[in-house]
């Protein structure tokens, strides 16, 4: 295939951003050019690849949305998050002027629809990436929107139905109209349906996740298909401090909530509170370090490689994001997932009734309920058999091939249409 120059635009956090960049890698290493338009907070990542990056925002506009505590709210999250989105067009449209618009597709996360519309005024098609099963929805596959809310699924379809389009509604249409009023200055027609036609218009969309994890629905939009979760299966050495107390003693608990959550502090307190009751060494992974002084049972750091540490550590409590579920179960350990908002309700119940691990609702965390299930999740054979079972069914280098073949067909297919 002769050489492509391709956008990639991911909106989120580290577990939207990161998919993006494995991506972009196997593209690269078949010849292709790489262009990212991110967030500045993200580019160190991109700039670790040699990749070119054009900032959209600034530093300060993304730490202050991360530490909005409505970004996490369960309630108001999907708007908060919704309305970020939004407050970012001009710095979209700034950006997108910037980075060009020589280009052969533009390859953007499910909230990247801003650049996906100034790509369409451009005549360049766009693939849109869900890294999520929440963001493929189905009345026959329907996702916990929060705890407490499972009797949702046992609901009728009529009802299910009902319920996306009042969804639509109260929370797409907060995007449905900035975005309508842009295509419009575009010259496009307006969107009718922000979810059909927004998030999964293009060429095509990729769900980067698994069957077994999310199985394809009759529902699901057109042209929509699943790939492997996009886990790399490289070992790369650790810093050296993270190195040494990871090595002097037994595999510690490994504690997170999000590269994008920066309300840690009670996290961090109820971690080390059931880490040292169980007694079990506690590994925390954040931006903003603990307030306490640390035991020499526990060890702090900002970031970590999970493909690296994980494989390492005894289990995973986590916010249940997806890419720290992905790779969790790339390691084969057990997981404790305490969930907040958007999709890591889903993604922890589909975890759940996979055997591989367990749920603790968010407001049960700074209870006897999170060392209970703790010590149950240890404790459970059943648990860390199935959790090696799967390990092996993640990821790797074919699942990224299958992955870039199909995005060079769908180009090469869109292209040779244009032409008839």
């Known amino acids: 295939m002769r050489r492509l120059r391709l956008l990639f635009t991911p909106f989120g956090s580290e577990g939207d951003v990161n998919p993006l960049i494995w991506i972009a890698e196997g593209m690269a290493a078949?010849?292709?050019?790489?262009?990212?338009?991110?967030?500045?907070?993200?580019?160190?990542?991109?700039?670790?690849?040699?990749?070119?990056?054009?900032?959209?925002?600034?530093?300060?506009?993304?730490?202050?949305?991360?530490?909005?505590?409505?970004?996490?709210?369960?309630?108001?999250?999907p708007r908060t998050v919704i309305k970020g989105m939004v407050d970012t067009i001009p710095e979209a449209v700034s950006a997108f002027d910037r980075a060009g618009d020589q280009f052969d597709a533009a390859i953007l996360s499910t909230l990247g629809v801003a650049v996906g519309s100034l790509a369409e005024a451009k005549g360049i098609p766009r693939i849109m990436v869900h890294m999520q099963p929440i963001c493929v929805r189905s009345i026959h596959d329907f996702p916990l929107l929060m705890p407490g809310m499972e009797?949702?699924?046992?609901?009728?379809?009529?009802?299910?139905?009902?319920?996306?389009?009042?969804?639509?509604?109260?929370?797409?249409?907060?995007?449905?109209?900035?975005?309508?009023?842009?295509?419009?200055?575009?010259?496009?027609?307006?969107?009718?349906?922000?979810?059909?036609?927004?998030?999964?218009?293009?060429?095509?969309?990729?769900?980067m996740f698994p069957d077994w994890f999310g199985p394809p629905q009759l529902d699901w939009p057109a042209g929509t298909r699943t790939f492997n979760f996009p886990v790399s299966p490289e070992i790369r050495l650790l810093p050296s401090d993270l190195d040494a107390f990871l090595s002097s003693g037994e595999p510690p608990i490994i504690w997170t909530h999000g590269s994008a959550n920066f309300d840690i502090e009670h996290f961090q307190r109820c971690a080390l509170r059931a880490s040292?009751?169980?007694?079990?060494?506690?590994?925390?992974?954040?931006?903003?370090?603990?307030?306490?002084?640390?035991?020499?049972?526990?060890?702090?750091?900002?970031?970590?490689?999970f493909e690296d540490v994980f494989p390492r550590c005894l289990a995973a409590v986590h916010h249940g994001g997806i890419g720290t579920t992905a790779k969790a179960i790339a390691a084969g350990i057990s997981q404790l997932i305490v969930p907040k908002s958007h999709d890591q309700p889903d993604n922890a119940q589909r975890i759940a009734k996979l055997?591989?691990?367990?749920?603790?609702?968010?407001?049960?965390?700074?209870?006897?309920?999170?060392?209970?299930?703790?010590?149950?999740?240890?404790?459970?054979?059943?648990?860390?058999?199935?959790?090696?079972?799967?390990?092996?069914?993640?990821?790797?280098?074919?699942?990224?091939?299958?992955?870039?073949?199909?995005?060079?067909?769908?180009?090469?297919?869109?292209?040779?249409?244009?032409?008839i």
């Open 355 to 419: 055997g591989l691990g367990k749920m603790l609702t968010y407001k049960h965390l700074d209870t006897p309920h999170l060392e209970k299930t703790l010590e149950e999740l240890l404790a459970s054979e059943e648990i860390k058999t199935a959790s090696l079972a799967y390990r092996d069914r993640v990821g790797g280098q074919a699942a990224r091939e299958e992955l870039l073949n199909w995005i060079e067909q769908r180009i090469s297919e869109h292209k040779s249409s244009d032409r």
């Open 30 to 77: 078949r010849g292709h050019d790489v262009v990212f338009i991110i967030t500045p907070h993200y580019q160190r990542l991109i700039d670790k690849k040699g990749f070119t990056a054009v900032p959209i925002g600034t530093e300060e506009q993304f730490l202050a949305f991360a530490r909005n505590p409505k970004a996490w709210d369960p309630r108001n999250g």
């Open 276 to 305: 040292q009751a169980l007694g079990r060494r506690c590994l925390l992974v954040s931006l903003d370090p603990p307030k306490s002084t640390l035991p020499p049972t526990a060890f702090h750091c900002r970031h970590a490689r």
């Open 151 to 207: 009797f949702l699924q046992h609901t009728p379809l009529w009802f299910k139905r009902a319920f996306f389009w009042l969804v639509d509604r109260l929370i797409w249409v907060v995007a449905e109209r900035p975005l309508n009023r842009l295509r419009s200055h575009l010259g496009l027609p307006a969107w009718r349906s922000f979810y059909d036609e927004g998030l999964h218009g293009g060429i095509g969309g990729a769900a």
